[in-house]
């Protein structure tokens, strides 16, 4: 029964650690970043030249934003024939928390898995 509170943990801290933007991060973000993923996800997708036109940048200024936008995890490269495209990538809406009563029952299959023999 151990190995099933282990998948349990795991699948929590696994929930904790996830890639992905959301509204509160967007607001969060400096102007100018925050700009090129709302551009983003209005076009629901776009190619480093469509940024920088949409925003007045330099391609080479909006590849740096873009890279660490990349990095953060907010934004994704896909390639769509041959181009490199940058869409948003948003995270996935938090599970309802797992309620007490979860833990007790668990708690029960435990102690009656003890006290059968083997």
Request: aromatic share 4%; glycine share 12%; hydrophobic share 35%.
């Given at each position: 029964m151990a190995g099933l509170f282990n998948r349990l943990q795991d699948e929590l801290d696994s929930r904790e650690q996830q890639d992905g933007i959301s509204p509160i991060d967007l607001l969060d973000l400096p102007p100018a970043l925050a700009t090129i993923i709302k551009q983003i996800v209005r076009k629901n997708g776009m190619k480093l030249a469509d940024i920088a036109k949409a925003l007045n940048q330099s391609p080479e200024k909006a590849q740096k934003a873009l890279d660490e936008l990349v990095d953060k995890g907010y934004v994704r490269r896909v390639e769509v024939k041959e181009d490199i495209w940058y869409k948003a990538f948003f995270r996935?809406?938090?599970?309802?928390?797992?309620?007490?009563?979860?833990?007790?029952?668990?708690?029960?299959?435990?102690?009656?898995?003890?006290?059968?023999?083997n």
């Open positions: 996935r809406k938090a599970d309802k928390p797992i309620g007490s009563g979860v833990w007790a029952a668990l708690d029960g299959l435990v102690e009656e898995d003890d006290e059968k023999p």
